[in-house]
């Protein structure tokens, strides 16, 4: 089946279209189209999200890239000699619901109903953290597929800018949560230490890029909760211990060593802290395979240190082959949307600002 899906819940406004097939036992996608205008620059005069920018923008460019999805399929169709619209073609329309940003959430949803209704289409709801975990059967190219083979069970990472959380799938249908963030979420973090360094929002790929300047031993960061005996974060600790750094260090605040040596003490702990809960959790549930997504999944020193460390343990490693399908995107809406049709679930079309797994 054919899925357009939708994505709002924080500073993306993304739609793809996505070929969705093979079923729980063998799923396989193809991204057909795929666009996503990006709000960082109208957000970061401000350091972060601002909601109801977020919900402007959003109202302002849906429209827009539905047009372009539409323009682009027509333009394809004519190609292949075919007529007409790939509307005609599509099954359902699926949204994220949540969590997200309540007023974002509600600009796609809405607008989203509205096309459902104008092309006679199903509308789906679809739950963003399902998405960001199931990204990793994305295909890294359009127009391409690459078939997963995904063993369970399998330890699932999710880190992003709002959520920290670890998970035990028994199938791709069968997800438990076995702990996540009791404060920060790890993304959140890495935004905030940039905010006290001076760095742009958002600050994860700006501390990722100073800190290859930086020696990520010079400062020895308190790594919050890594004894616990549970699969439950901690990061704002972390984050203070990182602001008083800098208070007392406050002469040579201006200095790009002490700059790119902080981030990279701090970028270090941090993924010491994800590395050994998620080695834990493989190795209590036993796990075949380890998942990892989210927007901080892009970062270069986590997903070695994943890769290495599954490595020693025997799992096999996946996580999006393509960096754009890390962060917010619209195409792993479509593949949630497609999973949780297959297993009979429903969200209502309405927005779920603190929805979890
Ligand atoms: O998944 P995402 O796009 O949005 C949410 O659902 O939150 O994640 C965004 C988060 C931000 O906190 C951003 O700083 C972080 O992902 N991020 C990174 C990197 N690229 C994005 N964090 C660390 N290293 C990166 N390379
Ligand atoms: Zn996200």
Same mark, same amino acid.
């Given at each position: 089946m054919r899925i357009l899906a939708i994505e709002t819940s924080c500073d993306d406004t993304a739609l793809s279209v996505v070929r969705c097939e093979g079923g729980l036992e063998g799923p396989h996608f193809v991204i057909e189209q795929n666009v996503v205008s990006s709000q960082i620059e109208v957000h970061r005069p401000f350091g972060g999200v601002v909601p109801s920018l977020a919900k402007r923008e959003h109202v302002k460019n849906l429209p827009v890239l539905t047009e !372009?999805?539409?323009?682009?399929?027509?333009?394809?169709? !004519?190609?292949?000699?075919?007529?007409?619209?790939?509307?005609?073609?599509?099954?359902?329309?699926?949204?994220? &619901?949540?969590?997200?940003?309540?007023?974002?959430?509600?600009?796609?949803?809405?607008?989203?109903?509205?096309l459902a209704k104008k092309l006679d289409k199903p509308l789906w709801g679809a739950n963003h953290l399902l998405g960001h975990i199931y990204s990793v059967y994305l295909p890294q190219e359009i127009g391409k597929v690459e078939q997963r083979e995904i063993k369970f069970?399998? &330890?699932?990472?999710?880190?992003?800018?709002?959520?920290?959380?670890?998970?035990?799938?028994?199938?791709?249908?069968?997800?438990?949560?076995?702990?996540?963030t009791k404060d920060d979420a790890v993304g959140e973090a890495f935004d905030k230490v940039a905010k006290m360094l001076g760095l742009p929002y958002p600050g994860g790929p700006e501390i990722q890029k100073i800190s290859e300047a930086g020696d990520a031993q010079a400062?020895?960061?308190?790594?919050?909760?890594?004894?616990?005996?549970?699969?439950?974060?901690?990061?704002?600790?972390?984050?203070?211990? &990182?602001?008083?750094?800098?208070?007392? !260090?406050?002469?040579?605040?201006?200095?790009?060593?002490?700059?790119?040596?902080?981030?990279a003490s701090f970028q270090n702990a941090a993924i010491d802290i994800l590395v050994k809960k998620t080695r834990g959790a493989i190795e209590e549930s036993g796990a075949q395979s380890l998942i990892l997504g989210g927007g901080v999944a892009a970062n270069k020193l986590l997903r070695e240190e994943l890769t290495r460390m599954s490595e020693e343990v025997g799992v096999n490693f996946y996580t999006p082959s393509a960096f754009v399908h890390n962060t917010d995107n619209a195409a792993m809406i479509a593949v949630a949307a497609y999973i949780d049709y297959l297993r009979g679930v429903k969200y209502a079309p309405e927005a779920q600002p603190n929805l979890n797994l």
């Open positions: !372009q999805i539409f323009e682009e399929s027509r333009i394809k169709n !004519q190609e292949s000699g075919k007529e007409g619209k790939i509307i005609g073609d599509i099954d359902a329309i699926a949204v994220t &619901v949540g969590p997200g940003l309540a007023p974002a959430l509600w600009a796609g949803i809405e607008f989203a109903k509205d069970p399998a &330890v699932a990472l999710l880190v992003s800018g709002g959520h920290t959380i670890l998970a035990r799938m028994d199938a791709l249908d069968k997800i438990e949560k076995l702990g996540e400062i020895d960061f308190p790594r919050p909760m890594i004894g616990s005996g549970d699969f439950n974060f901690s990061f704002s600790g972390l984050k203070t211990a &990182v602001l008083y750094y800098l208070r007392k !260090q406050e002469l040579k605040a201006n200095s790009y060593k002490l700059k790119a040596d902080t981030a």
